[in-house]
């Protein structure tokens, strides 16, 4: 497949750009700085050269997304703010801009397919309470998890076939294991009451959705 992805430079997206190269896919990886680019490794990135192409882009910019995605079969969005947020939360307001941005983009591209990195936040974990509204959760991840909520409202009303993908409460760099659960709305907790998921393996749930789709129109979460 041809693939296009947003935000490949950070955590998510590195991890996303080498599992989708990983497995044969022709990727555009789209950044606004190229210098920053890298897959962990000049061999690995130089392995991987003929099926590669960085580019710069603007996922604010329903143009600039237009432009770069025409001609693609799917396009992944690992777009935002990281963890900046906590110092500046107006950042926050970048995701669901990118959400207007891409669907707006991705339509005049007619190009159909839309794969969203998204936040844990909005999943529920007892009946009306979603986890950013629990008492204890973070105040400072509370702005981002508070827009990843909002974007997955302007996705449900997209005449797209997205798929918006939460991932654990937490989400960091970890062991590429290929073992984890996959749910839906609900977050998902391990036998001690963990939820946690390693980039690496997000990847490979985030990959095999885009390579055959099961949750089209819909949101879906992954653990262990």
């Given at each position: ?75 992944i ?10 110092n ?27 794969v969203?990195v998204?936040?844990?936040g ?33 996705y ?31 977050l ?7 939820s ?25 979460t992954?653990?262990?």
């Open positions: 497949m041809k693939l296009a992805l947003f935000g490949a430079n950070g955590m998510a997206g590195t991890q996303i750009a080498k599992e989708a190269l990983m497995r044969g896919h022709e990727l555009t990886a789209i950044v606004r700085d190229p210098a920053r680019f890298s897959l962990s490794g000049d061999s690995l990135q130089d392995s991987f050269a003929s099926r590669l192409t960085v580019v710069v882009g603007n996922v604010l910019d329903p143009i600039s997304v237009a432009k770069i995605v025409k001609g693609h079969d799917a396009v969005s690992a777009a935002g703010p990281g963890n900046t947020t906590a500046n939360p107006d950042l926050a307001l970048i995701i669901p801009q990118a959400a207007h941005s891409l669907i707006a983009g991705l339509t005049a591209a007619g190009v159909n397919r839309l969203v998204g936040g844990a909005s999943l529920f974990v007892a009946p009306g309470m979603q986890l950013v509204d629990t008492p204890d959760f973070p105040v400072q991840y509370r702005p981002a998890s508070l827009a990843h909520r909002e974007a997955l409202g302007i449900e009303k997209a005449d797209l076939d997205w798929t918006f993908i939460s991932p654990a409460a937490i989400f960091m760099s970890g062991d590429r294991t290929g073992k984890f659960r996959v749910g839906t709305d609900e998902l907790v391990d036998e001690h009451g963990e946690r998921i390693s980039a690496e393996d997000y990847a490979i749930a985030l990959l095999d959705e885009v390579e055959k789709p099961q949750y089209i129109r819909r949101r879906m992954v653990a262990y």
